[in-house]
């Protein structure tokens, strides 16, 4: 079913909408979710979670599309029950998210939702500025938070070699924000 | 800066990106040498059609697996703290976190096991004698206890098993997963593990037993 289809079930209010939805993204949405949560039952309660937020998001809003717009929900909802979890499940996901944040150092301004815009915006300027391969490298880690193995088998190269791909690419970050004066 | 900030402005990436990078056909390793793209083609066809029914049986075979037990370990470099969740494929050695009987503050190695998509199984977990296994529980202080232990532990999909080895010599301990369904046993894989000798880790590999 196209997603305009999908969509307008939502603004009927019929519930194959999730049905639907879950057919068409429900292994991607999983996938998202244990890339983050590393459990099954966790990952699965997180994909019902976000087939609900979308049925109460849709309407009013109408995505276009909406298959990065429902995998921004599972990421959100992921990385919330993430943080919620206890110690023990803290391995996969603070991996990748720490490695990001160590090319940040402390600042000593207030977190807002305009400074992560502001912070937004440099990133995509940057990734703009990176070859599609790099770039798709970096999407792949930081937003569906894939392990370097899986990156590295995607992309038919060692495990190491991706790690020193992906360390290049934050160190470039690094630079860049410095450049851009926001370090 | 809190990480829930660049969790946050990574979140807010653009459409385009996020659609870029669900596109993107995984496996496709480009040729260096594209003068021989055709005579490579042409021998391509050659050994398609003499192999084509060999080919059929291993992507079957791996679709099967795919279906099958999934064994998942938590796998780092040598001198990393943090580890990757990664699932066993039989033939490729993967090395756990380094570990040590006396020294670590782990408490041991973790599997976790899924069958498929079904959920009602659980996992009969063996280890030989100079293993042993462990389960853990939170506790309302934010520390782990051992809720249960032995050479023997069953489990559901997704829950974690650890192991430790008993004796610092062995050459390859063996640890047994028998998935159970009412009852019955319907898979049984062997995963073979050895220590690594140039530090404390381990390497784990699914045995080819099939």
């Given at each position: 079913?196209?997603?305009?289809?999908?969509?307008?079930?939502?603004?009927?209010?019929?519930?194959?909408?999730?049905?639907?939805?879950?057919?068409?993204?429900?292994?991607?949405?999983?996938?998202?979710?244990?890339?983050?949560?590393?459990?099954?039952?966790?990952?699965?309660?997180?994909?019902?979670?976000?087939?609900?937020?979308?049925?109460?998001?849709?309407?009013?809003?109408?995505?276009?599309?909406?298959?990065?717009?429902?995998?921004?929900?599972?990421?959100?909802?992921?990385?919330?029950?993430?943080?919620?979890?206890?110690?023990?499940?803290?391995?996969?996901?603070?991996?990748?998210?720490?490695?990001?944040?160590?090319?940040?150092?402390?600042r000593q301004s207030v977190d807002s939702a305009l400074e992560a815009d502001e912070l937004t915006?440099?990133?995509?300027?940057?990734?703009?500025?990176?070859?599609?391969?790099?770039?798709?490298?970096?999407?792949?880690?930081?937003?569906?938070?894939?392990?370097?193995?899986?990156?590295?088998?995607?992309?038919?190269?060692?495990?190491?070699?991706?790690?020193?791909?992906?360390?290049?690419?934050?160190?470039?970050?690094?630079?860049?924000?410095?450049?851009?004066?926001w370090? | 800066m809190k990480?829930e900030l660049f969790?946050k402005a990574?979140?807010n990436?653009?459409?385009?990106?996020?659609?870029?990078?669900?596109?993107?056909?995984?496996?496709?390793?480009?040729?260096?040498?594209?003068?021989?793209?055709?005579?490579?083609?042409?021998?391509?066809?050659?050994?398609?059609?003499?192999?084509?029914?060999?080919?059929?049986?291993?992507?079957?075979?791996?679709?099967?697996?795919?279906?099958?037990?999934?064994?998942?370990?938590?796998?780092?470099?040598?001198?990393?703290?943090?580890?990757?969740?990664?699932?066993?494929?039989?033939?490729?050695?993967?090395?756990?976190?380094?570990?040590?009987?006396?020294?670590?503050?782990?408490?041991?190695?973790?599997?976790?096991?899924?069958?498929?998509?079904?959920?009602?199984?659980?996992?009969?977990?063996?280890?030989?004698?100079?293993?042993?296994?462990?389960?853990?529980?939170?506790?309302?202080?934010?520390?782990?206890?051992?809720?249960?232990?032995?050479?023997?532990?069953?489990?559901?999909?997704?829950?974690?098993?650890?192991?430790?080895?008993?004796?610092?010599?062995?050459?390859?301990?063996?640890?047994?997963?028998?998935?159970?369904?009412?009852?019955?046993?319907?898979?049984?894989?062997?995963?073979?593990?050895?220590?690594?000798?140039?530090?404390?880790?381990?390497?784990?590999?699914?045995?080819?037993?099939?």
């Open positions: 079913m196209e997603d305009t289809e999908i969509i307008n079930l939502f603004w009927a209010r019929k519930e194959e909408a999730i049905d639907e939805t879950s057919r068409k993204y429900g292994q991607l949405c999983h996938k998202i979710a244990w890339n983050i949560l590393q459990n099954q039952e966790d990952a699965a309660e997180c994909v019902n979670d976000s087939l609900l937020a979308l049925w109460n998001q849709i309407p009013p809003n109408r995505p276009n599309p909406l298959k990065p717009y429902l995998c921004r929900i599972v990421r959100n909802n992921a990385l919330n029950r993430f943080r919620n979890e206890h110690t023990r499940k803290k391995e996969h996901a603070s991996v990748c998210l720490e490695e990001l944040s160590e090319c940040l150092p402390s915006a440099l990133i995509t300027a940057f990734l703009d500025s990176l070859p599609k391969q790099k770039r798709v490298m970096f999407v792949k880690r930081y937003w569906l938070c894939e392990s370097v193995q899986e990156i590295a088998k995607e992309f038919g190269i060692s495990q190491r070699h991706a790690s020193v791909i992906l360390g290049r690419i934050r160190k470039k970050l690094y630079q860049y924000l410095e450049r851009e004066e370090i | 990480p969790d990574i979140t990436l653009p459409d385009r990106y996020i659609e870029e990078a669900l596109q993107t056909a995984p496996g496709k390793k480009r040729h260096l040498y594209k003068g021989l793209g055709l005579a490579a083609a042409v021998a391509l066809c050659i050994g398609a059609g003499l192999f084509l029914p060999h080919l059929i049986g291993q992507r079957n075979a791996a679709s099967d697996s795919k279906n099958g037990l999934s064994v998942i370990v938590y796998a780092a470099e040598p001198g990393e703290t943090t580890a990757n969740a990664i699932p066993l494929e039989k033939g490729i050695e993967v090395r756990t976190m380094e570990y040590s009987p006396l020294m670590s503050c782990v408490p041991a190695m973790p599997f976790s096991f899924s069958y498929g998509d079904t959920e009602d199984v659980t996992f009969r977990i063996t280890s030989g004698t100079n293993g042993y296994l462990l389960k853990f529980r939170p506790t309302p202080d934010d520390s782990l206890t051992v809720s249960d232990s032995g050479l023997s532990l069953e489990c559901g999909t997704g829950e974690n098993i650890y192991w430790q080895p008993q004796e610092f010599e062995p050459d390859k301990y063996v640890l047994t997963v028998e998935v159970l369904k009412d009852g019955r046993i319907c898979d049984t894989e062997t995963i073979s593990i050895r220590r690594s000798y140039d530090n404390f880790c381990y390497i784990a590999t699914l045995e080819d037993t099939k």
